[in-house]
T-cell receptor, first 118, second 111 residues
Framework: SAVISQKPSRDICQRGTSLTIQCQVD?????MFWYRQQPGQSLTLIAT?????????ESGFVIDKFPISRPNLTFSTLTVSNMSPEDSSIYLC???????????????FGPGTRLTVL | QKEVEQNSGPLSVPEGAIASLNCTYS??????FFWYRQYSGKSPELIMF????GDKEDGRFTAQLNKASQYVSLLIRDSQPSDSATYLC???????????FGRGTSLIVHP
């Protein structure tokens, strides 16, 4: 199974600033995903990041607000731009691992970044 | 209607009892179904997956799938306080590698 680390683990930021979250995987993976989990809510996919191409954003999320980089097969960053208190959430990166079956891709999650915006 | 629905709970059961967690989904094209466990302050981890109608057992855990009724459930036998966590149901559409998650059910197992 993939081992994923994220930095920072938590941060408290001021309104209007930006924060870049780093995600490092111990093996090469094709797809990396960024999720948001707000208190009491489900995991919401922000975008899918492929190496060498633009990230694909889900409805309600835009590149200007959540720019993503994917410079290689083991690393990705998510920036939360021009933050407001509504951006306070846990941000998780994940990768898929086809190891459990040809049609069943398990998602492995990083430990998450707990963001509080004041 | 949300795509994947779960009762947020909390579901409280005594130690040793059977905990039953339920999940319904709206997309009939869904083909893969997952249960993730998330301890407080931790990231989700996969505990069960199922893709065929019927039951699938793994230790104290049993996943049940009924595609006709569009529900999937998780039974935890001999519940332990260490099972106290939020359980997330996730559903993949056929041909998609991206699951849709429910909001999770909080389970509390009290001694």
């Amino acid at each position: 199974s993939a081992v994923i680390s994220q930095k920072p683990s938590r941060d408290i930021c001021q309104r209007g600033t930006s924060l870049t979250i780093q995600c490092q995987v111990d093996s090469q993976v094709t797809m990396m995903f960024w999720y948001r989990q707000q208190p009491g809510q489900s995991l919401t996919l922000i975008a899918t990041a492929n190496q060498g191409s633009e990230a694909t954003y889900e409805s309600g999320f835009v590149i200007d607000k959540f720019p993503i980089s994917r410079p290689n097969l083991t690393f990705s960053t998510l920036t939360v731009s021009n933050m407001s208190p509504e951006d306070s959430s846990i941000y998780l990166c994940s990768v898929e691992d086809p190891g459990i079956g040809a049609d069943l891709d398990e998602q492995f999650f990083g430990p998450g970044t707990r963001l509080t915006v004041l | 209607q949300k795509e994947v629905e779960q009762n947020s709970g909390p579901l409280s059961v005594p130690e040793g009892a059977i905990a039953s967690l339920n999940c319904t989904y709206s997309d009939r094209g869904s083909q893969s179904f997952f249960w993730y466990r998330q301890y407080s302050g931790k990231s989700p981890e996969l505990i069960m997956f199922i893709y065929s109608n019927g039951d699938k057992e793994d230790g104290r855990f049993t996943a049940q799938l009924n595609k006709a009724s569009q529900y999937v459930s998780l039974l935890i036998r001999d519940s332990q306080p260490s099972d106290s966590a939020t359980y997330l149901c996730a559903v993949n559409r056929g041909g998609s590698y991206i699951p849709t998650f429910g909001r999770g059910t909080s389970l509390i197992v009290h001694p």
